[in-house]
């Protein structure tokens, strides 16, 4: 599967964004659906994954409560609904697409280009 990353941009703190995925085939629902984060000068982190029928998600410890993870099947597209932006959300976020339910980024073998998220303070 090819994944589209987008939706990244520049956001003052306590502001909000919403990050795309949009994937290619007609298999998008068989697929976990993660997103992944690498902020300057650290190892890329899982942020959140959710299932391929959108009931079940889990989250960072340090994220729940701020960010959101969706999918939308029709549209072959996985979001990431971001609020509460804090500068330490820096980072570029990307999306990826895997057989299991992992927050692992070994388990996760095709991922999308990454978008840039730069929150100011």
């Known amino acids: 599967v090819q994944l589209q990353a987008s939706g990244g941009g520049l956001v003052q703190a306590g502001g909000s964004l919403r990050l795309s995925c949009a994937a290619s085939?007609?298999?998008?629902?068989?697929?976990?659906m993660g997103w992944f984060r690498q902020a300057p000068g650290k190892e890329r982190e899982f942020v959140a994954h959710i299932t391929g029928s959108g009931v079940t998600s889990r989250y960072a410890d340090s994220l729940q409560g701020r960010f959101t993870i969706s999918r939308d099947n029709a549209k072959n597209t996985v979001y990431l609904q971001m609020n509460s932006l804090k500068p330490d959300d820096t980072a570029v976020y990307y999306c990826?697409?895997?057989?299991?339910?992992?927050?692992?980024?070994?388990?996760?073998?095709?991922w999308g280009q990454g978008t840039q998220v730069t929150v100011s303070s």
């Open positions: 990826a697409a895997g057989p299991i339910l992992s927050t692992t980024q070994a388990d996760f073998p095709s």
């Open positions: 085939g007609r298999t998008f629902r068989r697929y976990i």
